[in-house]
C-alpha cells in the first residue's frame, strides 16, 4: 500500500527556506516534507509539516507535480511537490521539531536562500525546483 507525502517548496520572493540538521551534516540542505497521517488531506499534511518542521504557516500557490518512489525502509510513497508562499519575517532561525515523526527532537537551522542558482537539495527533494 502507498502512503502520500507532502514536499514544500516555500518562497519569499525570490528566496527559498531551506534548512541543516544540526550536528549531521550529511542529511544536507532540506525543505519540509514528511509523511501524511492517516486521515489527513495533503494541504492539511502540509500544513503541519510546516510548523512541526519550520514553525511557520504558508499558503498554497500550487501543486507542481508528484513522485511514486520506494522511500528507504518506509515502503512506497506517493509524494506531492507544492509551491508555497510565506511573509515568514525572520531571514535565519534554529527551530526543534515537534510532532510524533522520526524527526521529533532534531533541530533544524532554517534559512532562506535565493532561488536562483538553483540550490542543491538532499535527495530528489529538488525534483520540481525548476517549476518555481
Known amino acids: 500500500m502507498k502512503r502520500l507525502r507532502a514536499v514544500a517548496y516555500v518562497t519569499r520572493g525570490d528566496e527559498l527556506l531551506v534548512f541543516e540538521q544540526r550536528g549531521d551534516p550529511a542529511a ?18 502540509l500544513a503541519r509539516e510546516l510548523d512541526e518542521e519550520a514553525g511557520i504557516r504558508a499558503r498554497v500557490v500550487r501543486e507542481l507535480g508528484q513522485l511514486t518512489r520506494r522511500h528507504g525502509r518506509h515502503g512506497v510513497y506517493e509524494s506531492h511537490y507544492f509551491h508555497c ?24 537551522a532554517c534559512r532562506f536562500v535565493p532561488r536562483k542558482p538553483l540550490p542543491r537539495l538532499a535527495g530528489r ?4 525546483l525548476h517549476l518555481l
Not at 525572520?90 to 521529533?104: I, M, Q, S, T
Not at 527533494?125 to 520540481?128: A, L, N, T, V, Y
Open 125 to 128: 527533494q529538488g525534483e520540481f
Open 85 to 108: 508562499e510565506t511573509d515568514e519575517p525572520r531571514d535565519r532561525w534554529d527551530h526543534e521539531v515537534h510532532g510524533k515523526g522520526d524527526d521529533r527532537g532534531l533541530v533544524f
Open 28 to 45: 544536507g540542505l532540506q525543505v519540509p516534507a514528511g509523511r501524511l497521517d492517516e486521515g489527513e488531506s495533503l494541504h492539511e499534511g
